[in-house]
């Protein structure tokens, strides 16, 4: 004998589900105000409460000319483009563009939607097919490219959730194509009932999978900003020394040459006595900006302390490229800023050692990088010495 279960019972239970996972989701707002995509699942999952309350009075007062069945599925729609979004900004995939096309995908469904509302294989169809689309994306954003391990499993709880919701949709739309009348026409049927109870577990695991990835960006946001130098946005001395470390195990295990560069801005005390401290604070993040510009995407660059930075760059093989590499830096660091209306010549004092030519210890390359840093600014004092004298 099949279990049989209450659809009323089902749907009550979904709405209070929904309930809490609003509740969750505007706390996690709350808390996260400025974490991407949580308020448009906040959103979301306030319609949902509203698609299920419309499914709700539907089975009560089997409403007429189809006003439940598109009542509930428009809300059903408009809360999944929500989730679909919210996973997308949440992932960082924001656009304005995308966002206007979901605005103008809004009126296309509520006419589709009210054309279908008599028509149960239709309706069904329609708003399944929509559904099971944007629950398989959603979770496929989640865990699309993610930048470490760490992130993947902390996002995939609710990825896997939001694909298993898809496939349980997809599932209730292939009975509805390939004729099941029950399914399409009895909401008490075994085939809606379970649809209602396997669709509520999913939702659970889902909300839950999103508290997690969002407890997990939070943690992440903390400790980013507790290695991110405040005023450059450059990683700090702490994570400085903690890629430093990190490079010199990976090198002492493969054997490969890397270089720790150091450099500081030539006469920065005489900047900020003449201008101030806030002048000072301008040009060393005009220089912070100029040096993500200079440095490759696979190099490692850090502010030290006061005017003084850092870079970790592999793939140096011999002492001329380094050399060149130095010398493109110097070029695009130096150079002229306009500074309380006036222009200020910039210009920079660069040293670089190399494991495990010049250390092989974190200390040891920073000293080495600093004493070549040391030689080329009074190198270049010598070379302004006989210009003047010239």
């Not at 806030?278 to 850090?302: K, Q």
């Amino acid at each position: 004998m099949a279990l049989q279960l209450d659809t009323a019972t089902l749907v009550l239970m979904f709405i209070t589900l929904a309930i809490t996972s609003f509740i969750v989701m505007l706390l996690i707002w709350r808390i996260n105000r400025n974490m991407p995509g949580v308020l448009y699942w906040m959103m979301g999952t306030f319609l949902n409460i509203a698609s299920a309350v419309a499914t709700l009075l539907n089975a009560q007062y089997n409403w007429s000319e189809g006003w439940g069945p598109f009542l509930s599925t428009i809300t059903s729609l408009a809360a999944n483009m929500l989730v679909l979004e919210g996973a997308l900004r949440f992932r960082g995939y924001a656009s304005r563009r995308r966002g206007q096309f979901f605005l103008a995908l809004i009126p296309v469904f509520i006419i589709a939607t009210w054309v279908t509302r008599l028509d149960p294989v239709a309706h069904s169809t329609l708003h399944y097919g929509i559904t099971m689309t944007l629950q398989l994306l959603a979770g496929v954003v989640l865990i699309w490219r993610t930048a470490n391990r760490d992130e993947l499993q902390a996002n995939l709880l609710a990825a896997t959730a939001s694909v298993l919701i898809g496939l349980t949709v997809a599932w209730r739309l292939t009975l509805t194509l390939s004729g099941d009348e029950l399914a399409v026409t009895r909401e008490s049927s075994p085939v809606n009932q379970w649809y209602l109870f396997a669709g509520a577990n999913f939702h659970v695991a889902w909300i839950f999978g999103l508290s997690v990835a969002c407890y997990f960006r939070s943690r992440q946001q903390e400790m980013l900003l507790a290695r991110e130098d405040s005023l450059t946005s450059l990683p700090n001395r702490r994570w400085v020394d903690e890629r430093v470390g990190q490079t010199l195990k990976e090198a002492q295990r493969s054997g490969d040459r890397f270089a720790l560069i150091m450099l500081d801005i030539n006469n920065f005390k005489q900047v900020n006595d003449r201008f101030g401290h806030s002048a000072g604070d301008s040009v060393l993040t005009e220089l912070a900006a100029r040096l993500r510009g200079a440095v490759r995407e696979s190099d490692f660059a850090g502010r030290l302390g006061g005017d003084e930075f850092v870079i970790l760059t592999r793939q140096i093989d011999t002492d001329e490229l380094l050399n060149q590499m130095l010398e493109r830096m110097r070029h695009r660091l130096d150079g002229p800023m306009i500074l309380n209306g006036k222009e200020l010549n910039i210009s920079v004092s660069i040293g670089a050692a190399v494991f495990p030519a010049d250390g092989n210890s974190r200390d040891a390359l920073l000293g080495a990088a600093d004493a070549s840093m040391y030689r080329d600014k009074n190198k270049q004092k010598h070379v302004g010495a006989r210009s003047a004298v010239g």
